[in-house]
Nanobody, 123 residues
Framework: QVQLVESGGGLVQAGGSLRLSCAAS??????LGWFRQAPGKEREFVAA????????YYADSAKGRFTISRDNARNTVYLQMNNLKNEDTAVYYC??????????????????WGQGTQVTVSS
């Protein structure tokens, strides 16, 4: 059973940065993704990374501002978020891809969701 625990969220001013972490129990030989969900909205894809870290994919809203990376020796995936905007305010989740091929951008292609970490961007 894979368990994922997110951390690193908080309150930040617009234009600021945060680095989210997703710590995984057990081996991390699987693709991982970050999603976010704002109040009253559906969960949306943010970024994904292949198990070896060699492939990444970003939602248009994240391109150029967010960077996903992983350290398999530490069983941890990171989401570096720069130049944050008000519309980035959401609960951020990491999850494991259940696809057999790269990549997935739908929430139903992932499982083992963490509890989420709140990111709030203020003006």
């Amino acid at each position: 059973q894979v368990q994922l625990v997110e951390s690193g969220g908080g309150l930040v001013q617009a234009g600021g940065s945060l680095r989210l972490s997703c710590a995984a129990s057990g081996r991390t030989i699987y693709d991982l993704g970050w999603f976010r969900q704002a109040p009253g909205k559906e969960r949306e894809f943010v970024a994904a990374i292949s198990w070896g870290g060699g492939r990444t994919y970003y939602a248009d809203s994240a391109k150029g501002r967010f960077t996903i990376s992983r350290d398999n020796a530490r069983n941890t995936v990171y989401l570096q978020m720069n130049n944050l905007k008000n519309e980035d305010t959401a609960v951020y989740y990491c999850a494991r891809s259940v696809r057999s091929t790269w990549y997935g951008g739908r929430a139903d292609e992932y499982d083992s969701w963490g509890q989420g970490t709140q990111v709030t961007v203020s003006s």
